[in-house]
């Protein structure tokens, strides 16, 4: 069962509904928080959001893969990926726990 997508437009409508801000402040505060978590991010660092998850930085290594197609072994250069670790509390909730915080219907 596919849910629906949470758009930035979405986000913002959702801090002008329940705080009270302009439009224009609540699609600027939106960005603020989504830029300087990507800022962190970039710079390697964890995001932790209480009683949400985490967003970690992971570095790998190089290794060799296999082209599925042909068989051929290909080198994969070591990068860094991002990982989100949903604390307990946001995993009790998606499960159908009691939630604590907003709804976001």
Request: aromatic letters at 4%; a positive charge.
């Amino acid at each position: 069962m596919a849910g629906k997508t949470v758009t930035r437009a979405d986000l913002c409508e959702a801090v002008y509904q329940q705080v009270g801000l302009s439009r224009t402040e609540s699609a600027a505060l939106v960005e603020l928080v989504l830029t300087e978590i990507a800022d962190c991010l970039a710079r390697g660092e964890t995001v932790k959001l209480s009683s949400f998850g985490s967003f970690v930085v992971r570095e790998k290594g190089q290794r060799i893969g296999r082209n599925p197609k042909t068989g051929e072994e290909v080198p994969i250069e070591p990068r860094r990926v991002m990982v989100f670790k949903p604390s307990s509390i946001l995993k009790n909730r998606i499960n159908g726990g009691k939630s604590d915080g907003a709804d976001c219907d």
